[in-house]
């Protein structure tokens, strides 16, 4: 019954939402290297730190984490309204980082680790924003994280925080896996949830020893990381809006349905989870698996993304 009344709350707060983004003309306006056509809200995503802090006062969550995402939020919300400069963004980040090591008790670790930890964090939460192109794909891998988290035994205490935050994600939802989107995340919900699951992430890993239970964002990364590489070898700015992720390709030159793409992103990632949770179990996750499996999973990327290049060269020319 907590649920449902936690659920019937999310949905107000969202609806309250819309009517003050659409009087204060808090909307996104599409452009050329936009994936979609009209005019939509943008900042729906702001559920995303409201149910955490909801999960604060509730007792499923530290206030240390909470204020890590909503320092996050405030910042990501404000520049969505009003476009920031790199350095306050930049420094929101480092700050909810610190945080996020308070909570995990990583100052007591090597000195070395930590300007690691902070560079795959941060890493972490740019490359999550960076995907968020095209409805459902943030929200539908954020459920599919959240969901695979759930399935690990060493984290059944915290089934009542990963479930609050699985309603934020069905809530935004929605108004978000369709065809026409009512809203889009924003940075405000992209970037909060994104350090919700980097911290999630790392608390798994530490708890349990095993690393390779990063693979539960390799799809994500794999993209954005392959990406990234591309765009700095052909000297474009990384920090500008573009198409060129593969499920940029799939939606935008291909023709596929938007959903149908985040659905198929969600529904290989989440294959894969079940997979190394079962590996694990069996304890055949380890360093050569791990490997293994990358090499797969990357090559079949690099395939898929030059066999799409290739067709769309050949239907352009």
């Known amino acids: 019954m907590q649920y449902l009344i936690l659920f019937l709350l999310l949905l107000a707060i969202e609806l309250l939402y819309f009517k003050v983004a ?22 729906g995503g702001i559920i995303f730190p409201i149910a955490l802090m ?28 009003k476009p920031l400069s790199q350095l306050p963004r930049f420094l929101s980040h480092i700050v909810a980082a610190v945080l996020i090591f308070y909570e995990l008790n990583l100052f007591s670790e090597s ?3 930590l300007p690691v930890l902070l560079l795959l964090l941060i890493g972490w939460v740019n490359a999550f924003n960076f995907m968020d192109g095209i409805n459902g794909i943030t929200v539908l891998y954020a459920l599919t994280a959240i969901i695979s988290f759930s399935l ?22 929605i108004f978000n896996v369709r065809k026409k989107a009512k809203t889009f995340a924003g940075d405000v919900g992209s970037i909060s949830m994104a350090l919700f699951l980097g911290y999630f992430m790392m608390k798994t890993i530490i708890e349990t020893g095993q690393w390779g239970f ?43 349905s938007h959903v149908l793409v985040s659905c198929i992103y969600a529904t290989v990632q989440l294959g894969l989870n079940i997979l190394l949770i079962n590996m694990d179990t069996k304890g055949n996750l380890n360093f050569i698996s791990i ?16 066999f799409i290049i290739r067709k769309m060269t050949l239907s352009n020319s």
């Open 152 to 173: 690990l035994p060493l984290n059944q205490l915290q089934l009542p925080l990963l479930i609050s935050m699985g309603l934020s994600c069905i809530v935004f939802g």
């Open 111 to 113: 000195l070395w680790l």
């Open 214 to 256: 990063i693979l539960f964002f390799s799809i994500y990364g794999i993209d954005a990381g392959i990406t990234l590489f591309t765009r700095v070898k052909k000297r474009e700015n990384i920090f500008q809006p573009h198409r060129s992720h593969l499920y940029q390709y799939l939606a935008n030159e291909i023709g596929m």
């Open 291 to 306: 490997c293994g499996i990358l090499f797969v999973l990357i090559t079949f990327y690099m395939l898929l993304r030059q």
């Open 22 to 43: 659409d009087q204060y003309n808090i909307i996104d306006k599409p452009n050329s290297r936009s994936s979609h056509t009209s005019i939509t809200l943008r900042g």
């Open 54 to 81: 909801i999960a604060c006062f509730m007792g499923y969550v530290s206030w240390a984490v909470m204020l890590a995402v909503l320092l996050v939020a405030v910042v990501s919300f404000i520049d969505d309204i």
